[in-house]
């Protein structure tokens, strides 16, 4: 396996990107509407926009995604970051592609002075929850939600 690269999207990326980001809204088995696709993806290049995006790159194919939002705490003066959406190919799971890119979102979200990185996943989600406890702590809140 050659080495996999893990950078920022750019507008040249969509291509790339799309695909990953319809898979993501398969595997959890929703729809959007394509101008919430398209507002999502704007937003990533829109430097006022708290939202970023990066990809992973093997052989000159991307091999996942992962989404991120900063945003402000009352529990902290720094901002905290969201890691929203996170997505590597079938046949890349297992073999460090989303570790790195959750390494990435670390990383960045340390340079850019954020206090902490959180994100939810299914409970169904048996594979990254496997990775996600090796490399983060489960704080054993419960969400709750009501669509408006």
Same mark, same amino acid.
């Given at each position: 396996m050659s080495d996999v690269q893990i950078r920022a999207v750019t507008a040249d990326d969509h291509a790339a990107w799309l695909p990953l980001w319809k898979a993501y809204l398969t595997f959890y088995k929703t729809e959007l509407p394509d101008a919430v696709t398209e507002s999502t993806w704007k937003r990533f290049l829109d430097s006022n926009e708290p939202t970023n995006a990066a990809l992973a790159w093997q052989d000159g194919? @991307? $091999? !996942?995604? $992962?989404?991120f939002i900063y945003h402000r705490s009352n529990w902290s003066i720094n901002w905290s970051c969201y890691l929203q959406d996170l997505l590597v190919t079938?046949?890349? +799971? !297992?073999? !460090?592609v989303g570790r790195k890119l959750i390494e990435h979102v670390y990383a960045t979200a340390k340079k850019d002075g954020a206090d902490k990185v959180h994100w939810l996943t299914h409970e169904t989600n048996t594979t990254a929850i496997q990775l996600?406890? +090796?490399? @983060?702590? +489960?704080?054993g809140f419960i969400q709750f939600r009501k669509p408006l």
């Open positions: 194919k @991307a $091999v !996942g995604m $992962v989404h079938p046949d890349q +799971r !297992g073999t !460090g996600y406890d +090796r490399i @983060a702590e +489960r704080p």
